[in-house]
């Protein structure tokens, strides 16, 4: 039983957060669906491309996670992720515990061979992605 569903989300970094927020807004024609905080700091924003497809803009330097230069991350969507953890298990690949993100979603995440972060979204009620416009997702990492 195929367990993906389809791409979710595309994470990728900012060097200047206003000015690729102007580019996706200004060219591109996407305005950001809801803002990333920590605290009072803006730190990144998510855009809604529709189909239920986004992608996710941080700073570069306020992502303390980050790893790679440009792309972050790669997301894909999944309605059973306690069945996607237990299938990738069963191949010996590890992965993480599923836990509720920031945004509402609860997510994994494991890597590719190559060492490719991808991050398993299975979309709740709650999710930030089907809300209002305008919100802020509160982080604490």
Known sequence: MPFIKQVAHTCIFARDLSAVEAF???????????D?????????FYMDFGNRTFVEVFLKGESR???????????FETDDLDGFIAHVRSKGVAITDKKRGA???FQAW???????????FQYTPESMQFGPDGAVCQVNW
């Open 24 to 34: 996706y807004t200004d060219v591109i024609g996407i305005k950001p669906k809801f």
């Open 36 to 44: 990333f905080k920590r605290g009072e700091d803006r730190i990144g």
């Open 65 to 75: 996670f980050a790893e790679a230069d440009q792309i972050n991350h790669i997301c």
């Open 103 to 105: 945004d509402g979603t």
């Open 110 to 120: 494991l890597a590719d061979p190559s060492g490719v972060k991808l991050e398993i």
